[in-house]
């Protein structure tokens, strides 16, 4: 294929593994989008904070230069007298060539504080206090914004997620180019959440990101149709995947993953995966001796499966999460808790067919547990929650929502637990003011939900102010919360995150 701007003609790529790779050339990115941990993270991350006063007192008091605030992400474009273009790119990889950059000697206001908007040191501490998408606007400002921006420190811990479509420009012609990656290389991105792409997507991914083939630690693959013969071109070419996700991908086999999981992979996560059943689970146990973590959301998989785990994962795996596992019962749980008994994290979220007894299973077994996690239990009730209160004393988060058979009684069996720091109780439907005195006395809490607790009443939640120490309470769709009892929990719980 031709290059319209030079004339150069690239060379046609060779196939690999039955995989064809369109060739194309770079150019800039359309829009993209940088997540990090959970949603609400993510809105923490937006929510208006003060920003240190380190601007001059000359810049502070000028009425034409607001002072900057994550709730204003435009006011420091404004110091500097540039605007964001219309439809930019949340990235904002490359900027064409011609465009202009404000030049210090061109800012308004007088030297020193024309000085003062691109001074680094100022600017290394300041740009800390912006969002990920404030700081994507932000490095768009001018060259010496970018230069300090595009630090690999500020984006840390961030996952750029790209869609199909964000892949590639059209050129006047018609052909497609695949996007230039490079803004991103030049951050230290080391992990990537692609979206609905395709084999011959993941193959020019890898040709055009300067990092893929070492650098790259972290994939994640959503809604996308890569098959086997993708799926082991992928994990064969980027050698420096430590951390793997398939979500919604329906086009490869158990087959695939038995030809392409690699030994490095310490940490694995598979949901929505129509083809995964128990031989998936044989391949991951076989092949990954070093698994960390391993995530599965899977329809078909059953207590046989949880029989393949070897000594290998039983020293290194502490995280497990079994979500919408509806087969298994209380028999694979038995094989789960001889296996790994080192587990730290634990979730059986959805495993509908677990009862009482397999959580007395968990509570005997696996005493190094810190979080537990058994949302959508319908047949869990207060005595599994006594049998966790009787031997799992490090447990430090406690997952119960829809526990629909969970009474106040069950409560009462939780008040004795001293590490607990995070108690979810979303939607449990029997829990009344009476349970929630037996809760005032755990100091440890940090993190309270009783979203949707309809037995709760305005009075009893008011009891919750005694509990001093609270950083986060959600009072989501709960009936008793009203907007009194909200000014009521702001004056005497003044640290504490109220979710209305």
Same mark, same amino acid.
């Given at each position: 294929?031709?290059?319209?701007?030079?004339?150069?003609?690239?060379?046609?790529?060779?196939?690999? %593994?039955?995989?064809?790779?369109?060739?194309?050339?770079?150019?800039?990115?359309?829009?993209?989008?940088?997540?990090?941990?959970?949603?609400?993270?993510?809105?923490?991350?937006?929510?208006?904070?003060?920003?240190?006063?380190?601007?001059?007192?000359?810049?502070?008091?000028?009425?034409?230069?607001?002072?900057?605030?994550?709730?204003?992400?435009?006011?420091?474009?404004?110091?500097?007298?540039?605007?964001?273009?219309?439809?930019?790119?949340?990235?904002?990889?490359?900027?064409?060539?011609?465009?202009?950059?404000?030049?210090?000697?061109?800012?308004?206001?007088?030297?020193?504080?024309?000085?003062?908007?691109?001074?680094?040191?100022?600017?290394?501490?300041?740009?800390?206090?912006?969002?990920?998408?404030?700081?994507?606007?932000?490095?768009?400002?001018?060259?010496?914004?970018?230069?300090?921006?595009?630090?690999?420190?500020?984006?840390?811990?961030?996952?750029?997620?790209?869609?199909?479509?964000?892949?590639?420009?059209?050129?006047?012609?018609?052909?497609?180019?695949?996007?230039?990656?490079?803004?991103?290389?030049?951050?230290?991105? =080391?992990?990537?959440?692609?979206?609905?792409?395709?084999?011959?997507?993941?193959?020019?991914?890898?040709?055009?990101?300067?990092?893929?083939?070492?650098?790259?630690?972290?994939?994640?693959?959503?809604?996308?149709?890569?098959?086997?013969?993708?799926?082991?071109?992928?994990?064969? &070419?980027?050698?420096?995947?430590?951390?793997?996700?398939?979500?919604?991908?329906? =086009?490869?086999?158990?087959?695939?993953?038995?030809?392409?999981?690699?030994?490095?992979?310490?940490?694995?996560?598979?949901?929505?995966?129509?083809?995964?059943? =128990?031989?998936?689970?044989?391949?991951?146990?076989?092949?990954?001796? %070093?698994?960390?973590?391993?995530?599965? &959301?899977?329809?078909?998989?059953?207590?046989?499966?949880?029989?393949?785990?070897?000594?290998?994962?039983?020293?290194?795996?502490?995280?497990?999460?079994?979500?919408?596992?509806?087969?298994?019962?209380?028999?694979?749980?038995? %094989?789960?808790?001889?296996?790994?008994?080192?587990?730290?994290?634990?979730?059986?979220?959805?495993?509908?067919?677990?009862?009482?007894?397999?959580?007395?299973?968990?509570?005997?077994?696996?005493?190094?547990?810190?979080?537990?996690?058994?949302?959508?239990?319908?047949?869990?009730?207060?005595?599994?929650?006594?049998?966790?209160?009787?031997?799992?004393?490090?447990?430090?988060?406690?997952?119960?929502?829809?526990?629909?058979?969970?009474?106040?009684?069950?409560?009462?069996?939780?008040?004795?637990?001293?590490?607990?720091?995070?108690?979810?109780?979303?939607?449990?439907?029997?829990? &009344?003011?009476?349970?929630?005195?037996?809760?005032?006395?755990?100091?440890?809490?940090?993190?309270?939900?009783?979203?949707?607790?309809?037995?709760?009443?305005?009075?009893?939640?008011?009891?919750?102010?005694?509990?001093?120490?609270?950083?986060?309470?959600?009072?989501?769709?709960?009936?008793?919360?009203?907007?009194?009892?909200?000014?009521?929990?702001?004056?005497?719980?003044?640290?504490?995150?109220?979710?209305?």
């Amino acid at each position: 294929m031709s290059n319209p701007r030079n004339g150069d003609t690239k060379p046609p790529c060779l196939p690999r %593994n039955g995989l064809v790779k369109i060739p194309t050339q770079s150019n800039g990115l359309g829009s993209a989008s940088i997540t990090k941990g959970t949603p609400a993270m993510k809105n923490r991350l937006c929510q208006p904070s003060s920003v240190p006063a380190i601007l001059s007192p000359a810049l502070a008091h000028r009425s034409d230069l607001p002072i900057p605030s994550l709730a204003s992400p435009l006011s420091l474009a404004t110091l500097a007298s540039v605007s964001s273009p219309p439809g930019a790119s949340l990235v904002g990889l490359n900027t064409s060539e011609g465009s202009e950059q404000p030049s210090p000697e061109r800012l308004p206001g007088s030297p020193s504080e024309r000085q003062l908007v691109v001074d680094e040191k100022i600017l290394n501490r300041l740009f800390w206090y912006f969002s990920a998408c404030e700081k994507c606007v932000l490095a768009q400002v001018c060259k010496a914004w970018r230069r300090v921006l595009y630090q690999p420190k500020f984006w840390v811990g961030l996952t750029p997620v790209l869609h199909t479509k964000e892949l590639y420009n059209i050129l006047p012609g018609g052909e497609k180019e695949f996007v230039s990656l490079q803004g991103f290389a030049v951050r230290g991105f =080391d992990g990537f959440c692609l979206v609905g792409v395709s084999d011959l997507d993941i193959c020019e991914f890898i040709d055009n990101y300067p990092l893929s083939k070492k650098g790259v630690k972290s994939m994640s693959l959503k809604r996308s149709t890569i098959t086997d013969a993708g799926l082991e071109v992928m994990l064969e &070419q980027m050698q420096g995947v430590v951390r793997l996700e398939l979500s919604g991908c329906n =086009d490869f086999t158990e087959a695939g993953l038995w030809s392409s999981l690699n030994a490095r992979i310490t940490a694995l996560s598979v949901s929505d995966c129509i083809n995964v059943a =128990d031989d998936a689970i044989a391949a991951i146990s076989q092949l990954l001796p %070093n698994l960390t973590e391993l995530n599965l &959301q899977a329809y078909h998989v059953t207590d046989t499966a949880l029989a393949y785990f070897t000594a290998k994962q039983g020293y290194t795996t502490h995280t497990l999460r079994l979500n919408s596992c509806w087969e298994i019962t209380n028999h694979g749980v038995v %094989n789960m808790v001889h296996s790994l008994p080192n587990l730290s994290v634990l979730s059986l979220s959805g495993c509908s067919k677990v009862t009482d007894d397999g959580v007395e299973l968990v509570a005997e077994n696996l005493r190094k547990l810190r979080s537990l996690d058994l949302s959508w239990c319908p047949r869990i009730t207060d005595m599994a929650l006594e049998y966790i209160a009787c031997d799992l004393h490090k447990l430090e988060e406690l997952v119960l929502d829809r526990c629909v058979r969970i009474t106040d009684t069950g409560l009462s069996y939780l008040s004795t637990m001293s590490s607990l720091r995070s108690l979810y109780l979303r939607w449990c439907c029997q829990v &009344q003011d009476f349970g929630l005195k037996h809760l005032l006395g755990m100091s440890s809490l940090r993190l309270l939900s009783l979203a949707g607790c309809p037995l709760l009443t305005t009075t009893g939640l008011s009891g919750l102010v005694q509990l001093q120490e609270l950083e986060e309470l959600e009072l989501t769709n709960c009936p008793g919360a009203t907007p009194e009892l909200f000014k009521y929990f702001s004056q005497h719980l003044p640290c504490c995150m109220v979710i209305e």
